[in-house]
């Protein structure tokens, strides 16, 4: 495998951690227990989610296992809305480092996850960062539900759209 398929993925995941960075300093900041679904998590909960994708699955990729259950350091989740975009940068540019030891080679490695052997570039690429966009597209209409106005990820808001027109 060519370095091209590593370099992309740092890139497109350093390029969405920044996005959800600005989503997290969004939300509103007295609804961090706010939960729509009694079943579900709550939006401090979901916030923080983000960051433990990236800290178990780069462990679990880089160590050839995974072991959801470990208390990885760092990943404690922060209590208040203000602490969890901070909290994600640190968590993200700590996982980020980790995987800069990578080779391109490691990529086509398999890996057991979930009762199947995966790929650890698929891993990277599905369950770490299509994952990780999956529940930020959550995360915006959780925001939304809990009166906040998140900002646009792939193009402007509706807000920011009329912002403009203004």
């Known amino acids: 495998m060519s370095n ?3 370099e992309k993925f740092r890139s497109m ?3 969405e951690a920044k996005q959800t960075a600005k989503l997290l300093r969004s939300l509103p900041t007295n609804q961090y227990d706010f939960r729509p679904d009694p079943g579900g998590r709550s939006l401090g909960e979901l916030a923080w989610h983000l960051a433990e994708i990236d800290g178990f699955i780069t462990t679990g990729v880089l160590a050839r296992q ?3 259950s ?8 922060p209590r208040s809305i203000a ?6 940068e640190r968590v993200h540019a700590e996982y980020a480092g980790k ?5 391109p080679e490691d990529l086509d490695r398999t890996i057991p996850f979930m009762g199947r052997d995966m790929r650890a570039g698929d891993l990277l690429w599905f369950v770490l960062l299509y994952h ?5 597209g959550q995360l915006v209409l959780m ?3 809990a009166g906040g106005t998140p900002p646009g990820m792939y193009g402007p808001s509706r807000e920011e759209m009329a912002a403009r027109a203004n």
């Open 99 to 103: 995987l800069a030891a990578m080779k």
């Open 4 to 6: 091209m398929e590593l």
């Open 66 to 68: 995974f072991d959801f």
């Open 132 to 136: 990780l966009i999956h529940h930020r």
């Open 83 to 88: 602490e969890l975009a901070p909290g994600y």
């Open 143 to 145: 925001c939304r539900l």
């Open 70 to 77: 470990a208390k990885l350091p760092g990943l404690e989740r």
């Open 13 to 15: 995941w350093d390029h």
